[in-house]
């Protein structure tokens, strides 16, 4: 039997083998000649869905009551993952308990995850809460501060100094329950606690 013959009984198989090697050849061809990609020259932070200027911003516990109140002079919120970034945000955590004032605080940034449970604040934070009862004036300073205001926690690894009238506690890294008013510092930790006066 010739090639000629062999080849004329198996004219399909063959037509499928010669289209299959031409389209290889051709893609080989394409990506041999075709220009390199298009890099991408976007140079920046990630791009917003919406920006607002000089906004207010609430956030609700499972409970419908507020659990973080933030007012700033500029919102981005990402596109993606829907978090927000805050320039020099000032934020109220509401008080659990009736009678007790709320903590109030700014820092340079911050920035909030989409359901409003993790809050971060960066650069210098300063917060203070005002007299009220027997209980005096309280102010924080530190900064990188993790925040969950549903659950009115927060924490640092940063140095941290705390206030309260004539009381002073400092410390490296701390840990705060701002409902039971409960501090705890972690490293390098050093108080002043004057004696108390009698009640008469």
């Given at each position: 039997?010739?090639?000629?013959?062999?080849?004329?009984?198996?004219?399909?198989?063959?037509?499928?083998?010669?289209?299959?090697?031409?389209?290889?050849?051709?893609?080989?061809?394409?990506?041999?000649?075709?220009?390199?990609?298009?890099?991408?020259?976007?140079?920046?932070?990630?791009?917003?869905?919406?920006?607002?200027?000089?906004?207010?911003?609430?956030?609700?516990?499972?409970?419908?009551?507020?659990?973080?109140?933030?007012?700033?002079?500029?919102?981005?919120?990402?596109?993606?993952?829907?978090?927000?970034?805050?320039?020099?945000?000032?934020?109220?955590?509401?008080a659990k308990d009736p009678?007790?004032?709320?903590?109030?605080?700014?820092?340079?940034?911050?920035?909030?995850?989409?359901?409003?449970?993790?809050?971060?604040?960066?650069?210098?934070?300063?917060?203070?809460?005002?007299?009220?009862?027997?209980?005096?004036?309280?102010?924080?300073?530190?900064?990188?501060?993790?925040?969950?205001?549903?659950?009115?926690?927060?924490?640092?690894?940063?140095?941290?100094?705390?206030?309260?009238?004539?009381?002073?506690?400092?410390?490296?890294?701390?840990?705060?329950?701002?409902?039971?008013?409960?501090?705890?510092?972690?490293?390098?930790?050093?108080?002043?606690?004057?004696?108390?006066?009698?009640?008469?």
């Amino acid at each position: 039997m010739s090639l000629r013959e062999y080849l004329r009984d198996r004219r399909l198989t063959v037509a499928i083998v010669l289209v299959g090697a031409a389209a290889v050849f051709s893609q080989l061809l394409l990506w041999w000649l075709a220009p390199a990609p298009k890099a991408n020259d976007f140079i920046g932070p990630p791009r917003s869905g919406y920006t607002l200027a000089d906004f207010k911003g609430y956030v609700y516990g499972e409970d419908g009551r507020p659990s973080f109140r933030v007012t700033g002079p500029r919102l981005d919120r990402r596109e993606g993952d829907d978090s927000l970034y805050i320039d020099s945000p000032r934020f109220q955590l509401p008080a659990k308990d009736p009678g007790v004032p709320d903590w109030q605080g700014e820092s340079r940034y911050g920035w909030v995850d989409k359901s409003g449970s993790l809050l971060k604040l960066q650069g210098p934070v300063y917060m203070h809460r005002p007299a009220y009862g027997d209980t005096p004036q309280a102010e924080l300073h530190t900064s990188e501060v993790t925040a969950w205001p549903k659950e009115n926690r927060m924490e640092t690894a940063e140095p941290a100094q705390l206030t309260q009238g004539a009381s002073r506690m400092s410390g490296v890294g701390m840990r705060a329950n701002l409902t039971d008013n409960h501090l705890e510092l972690l490293d390098d930790s050093h108080g002043s606690f004057p004696p108390r006066k009698r009640k008469s």
